[in-house]
T-cell receptor
């Protein structure tokens, strides 16, 4: 497996502001994903972070609200823009290790717990 | 939508085997069954996965019925640290991209009691 580090681990933010969450992996990975877990709920995929190109967003999520970067094979960021209390959630990064095909499982970081006041 | 159905909660006795059921009656031929668990304040932890044969690793065993419409995750000797939400997920595993999406259902909240 790999060590997946997310920063910050938690934050409390004011509404209307934006926060960028970082995901750093200790080895090169094939794919990186961002999930959201709202309070008391299960995980929902926000987008697939593609290296060197625009992320692929799931239905209900848009780039203006959740811009994503992935400049290399070990790092990605998710920005939560113009935050409102409804954005209070845990945001999780997951990765697919090489070779990234077949039946390999994804591995998750411990998430960023975000509260919006 | 998740393609699996799990009981919302179950209690297990410490030291006993915990058997967690999952129904996936619409699973297709190229979809694997994956199990993850999420301990409080942590990200989901991968446990095990399988296609049609039973699988075992250091954490658990996975029993898949012959028709593949259901499976059971077995924790052989449950400990208090196994208290978590357990997710059963089916996923196509043949290619990169959208096929790697994990769709989480509600999971089973397992409480291991002394």
């Amino acid at each position: 497996s790999a060590v997946i580090s997310q920063k910050p681990s938690r934050d409390i933010c004011q509404r209307g502001t934006s926060l960028t969450i970082q995901c750093q992996v200790d080895s090169q990975v094939t794919m990186m994903f961002w999930y959201r877990q709202q309070p008391g709920q299960s995980l929902t995929l926000i987008a697939t972070a593609n290296q060197g190109s625009e992320a692929t967003y799931e239905s209900g999520f848009v780039i203006d609200k959740f811009p994503i970067s992935r400049p290399n094979l070990t790092f990605s960021t998710l920005t939560v823009s113009n935050m409102s209390p409804e954005d209070s959630s845990i945001y999780l990064c997951s990765v697919l290790l090489p070779p990234g095909v077949g039946n390999q499982p994804q591995h998750f970081g411990d998430g960023t717990r975000l509260s919006i006041l | 939508d998740a393609k699996t159905t799990q009981p919302p909660s179950m209690d297990c006795a410490e030291g006993r085997a915990a058997n967690l059921p999952c129904n996936h009656s619409t699973i297709s031929g190229n979809e694997y069954v994956y199990w993850y668990r999420q301990i409080h304040s942590q990200g989901p932890q991968y446990i095990i996965h399988g296609l049609k044969n039973n699988e075992t690793n250091e954490m658990a065993s996975l029993i898949i019925t012959e028709d593949r419409k259901s499976s059971t995750l077995i924790l052989p000797h449950a400990t208090l640290r196994d208290t978590a939400v357990y997710y059963c997920i089916v996923r196509e595993a043949s290619r990169l991209g959208a096929g790697n999406k994990l769709t989480f259902g509600g999971g089973t909240r397992v409480l291991v009691k002394p």
